[in-house]
């Protein structure tokens, strides 16, 4: 019997309400359903990675659950039209978001950790992993990739007080919502509902310890993820989780529980960074000259806020960090190896000009 695929290509005249395929379930919309042509899905399903493994890409469709040799370029998340004869060669549908990083290494190889992901949890807890240099770097990443970004504060039973830690959350940026909350019991599940709608998928990113793969576990209602407690003296997690891999909620969203990432260094994010220090580059635009570095010039706007107070010293050296951070993740190889090159020739011309100076 062949399938039918009517259901792939919403209707505008459908009635509102009605039971979501099994593909809809995983997370497909209009914005997939455009991308494809209705002859070719018998012989290329659309199917939906969930799990990345050492030794191939685990899939989830209508009627699929197998796993295939990894591809290049392919993050869990991903939607893949299934070419059964040639898998390694299964196209990858256009994302609506990407989550990555610069990989740790010196090569500065851009490192995929997950596609087309609707809301991402930054999750902290109110202890010593606390730190906003970090939300910084998360929520930039968000705006950058247009994921709705939420920070979580965990762990608020531990602490007298946990009004610093959210006025200082709330401090990253307006533009972000800041949920605190006691993973004990069922309040985490009926705060964060507002995002963990069918259809959709979430994700909790942040450093090992902070309480993802227990909060994952309470979204599904079972500890199918294990968790370990942290190190009393510094506060620091220990790596329980160790793939990213999507959990289906039933009745609910997708949720990935990610490893905890000690570092995350940015690479193609200068509109993220410039949404999350919307104040300070509101500022730059003011500076008497375009191509002000914000130090000694004359008529620097910058300058001029951090000296009456209106900005925070400290804020500013941040968004310096992140800015020539993303610059250098940001440019290929070759233009690296083109500047070390020139630099290279301007350094020989330097010593040159001194040796013949000394004759």
């Known amino acids: 019997m062949a399938t039918d695929w009517s259901a792939l290509f919403p209707d505008s005249t459908a009635p509102a309400r009605r039971k979501p395929t099994a593909l809809e379930q995983l997370g497909w919309d209009p914005f997939f359903a455009q991308q494809i042509d209705a002859g ?6 659309p199917v939906r990675v969930v799990a990345v493994h050492r030794n191939g890409l685990q899939l989830a469709g209508d009627g699929i659950d197998e796993t295939i040799p990894s591809g290049s370029e392919v993050a869990v998340g991903d939607w893949l039209l299934l070419d059964r004869a040639r898998p390694r060669s299964s196209q990858v549908l256009e994302r609506k978001s990407m989550i990555k990083r610069r990989a740790p290494g010196r090569d500065r190889q851009t490192q995929l950790i997950a596609a ?7 999750v902290t807890s109110c202890n010593q992993d606390f730190n906003v240099a970090r939300l910084e770097r998360y929520i930039a990443m968000a705006f950058e990739t247009t994921i709705e970004p939420v920070i979580v504060l965990t762990k608020t039973d531990l ?39 069918p259809g959709k998928t979430v994700a909790f990113v942040g450093s090992s310890g902070v309480g993802k793969s227990t909060l994952t576990n309470i979204l599904l209602g079972a500890p199918v993820i294990e968790t370990r407690g942290i190190r009393e003296n510094d506060a620091r997690g220990r790596h329980t989780t160790t793939r990213r891999e999507l959990h289906f909620i039933p009745g609910g969203c997708l949720v990935l529980d990610t490893p ?30 375009t191509d002000c570095q914000h130090d000694t010039e004359p008529g620097c706007c910058i300058q001029a806020a951090v000296a009456d107070g209106r900005l925070d010293l400290t804020r500013f050296a941040r968004w310096l960090k992140l800015q020539a951070e993303d610059a250098f993740n940001s440019a ?5 190896r083109e500047k070390d090159r020139a630099f290279g020739k301007l350094v020989r011309s330097a010593k040159n000009a001194k040796t013949r100076s000394d004759f």
């Open 40 to 45: 070719a899905l018998t012989a290329t399903p």
């Open 159 to 197: 602490v007298d007080d946990p009004a610093p830690y959210i006025e200082a959350a709330h401090a990253v940026s307006n533009r972000v919502p800041v949920v605190a909350l006691n993973v004990h019991g069922d309040e985490p599940a009926k705060i964060l509902a507002n995002w963990c709608r």
């Open 332 to 336: 290929s190889l070759s233009e690296r």
């Open 260 to 289: 905890g990432m000690r570092e995350l260094q940015l690479t193609d994010a200068a509109s993220g960074i410039a949404h999350v220090f919307e104040d300070i580059e509101a500022l730059a635009v003011r500076c008497r000259f």
């Open 116 to 122: 087309n992901i609707d809301t991402v949890f930054v």
